[in-house]
């Protein structure tokens, strides 16, 4: 059982938009600004898309944004494209004694 | 730029140890934490260990804690992974990343499997 809870499936249609939760505790999302977003496509390698909860690494389509309300970040893909189907990962820094944790991961089908 | 090969991995018995390294290259590897993340087949990612740039500060995630330690050498810009008394729940592609702050990885390896016998 993941320390963070995503839904284990999304889907949506091209052109729209989608949003994808994170949900954790006071100890971990609604404790500190340190929420990333990893995006992994069948049998490649996770890339990061969304850190520090809202900011996107250069390269990365602004199509892609982050937020966070209480204990739990949101993902949300505007826009919807064929090349965003992948699974989302959602991660938090958790304090010096657990550090940090995942969520279970999240299946975006694009219809 | 960045590169980080990962080697090491294979078949073990449980209770058994191996070594995994991550040869990096592309960038100052002593100005940059790293860390090693797994993935167990069919599941979501797990984060493992990750240590400061100059190998000062290193933390585990508590289902590694006492077995696992993430050690580098700087000089040879290799990271490692010493895994001790394997478990099957052990078994998964290990995968290191390159970090920008110690809670961000920002490029990633392509893994090596460690599969651990039962």
């Known amino acids: 059982q993941s320390a963070l809870t995503q839904p284990a499936s999304v889907s949506g249609s091209p052109g729209q938009s989608i949003t994808i939760s994170c949900t954790g505790t006071?100890?971990?999302?609604?404790?500190?600004?340190?929420v990333s977003w990893y995006q992994q496509h069948p049998g490649k390698v996770p890339q990061l898309i969304i850190y520090d909860v809202t900011k996107r690494p250069s390269g990365v389509s602004s199509r892609f944004s982050g937020s966070k309300s209480g204990n739990t970040a949101s993902l949300t893909i505007s826009g919807l494209q064929a090349e965003d189907e992948a699974d989302y990962h959602c991660?938090?820094?958790?304090?010096?004694?657990?550090?940090?944790?995942f969520g279970g991961g999240t299946k975006l089908t694009v219809l | 730029e960045v590169q980080l090969v990962e080697s090491g991995g294979g078949l073990v018995q449980r209770g058994g140890s191996l070594r995994l390294s991550c040869a990096a290259s592309?960038?100052?590897?002593?100005?940059?934490?790293m860390s090693w993340v797994r993935q167990a087949p069919g599941k979501g990612l797990e984060w493992v260990s990750v240590?400061?740039?100059?190998?000062?500060?290193?933390y585990h995630a508590d289902s590694v804690k006492g077995r696992f330690t993430i050690s580098r050498d700087n000089s040879k810009n290799t990271l490692f992974l010493q895994m001790n008394s394997l478990r099957a729940e052990d078994t998964a592609v290990y995968y290191c990343a390159q970090c920008d702050t110690m809670m961000v990885m920002i490029n990633w390896g392509r893994g090596t499997l460690v599969t651990v016998s039962s």
């Open positions: 240590i400061s740039g100059r190998g000062g500060s290193m």
């Open positions: 006071s100890s971990d999302v609604g404790g500190y600004n340190y």
């Open positions: 991660c938090s820094y958790a304090g010096t004694s657990t550090f940090m944790v």
């Open positions: 592309g960038f100052t590897f002593s100005n940059h934490a």
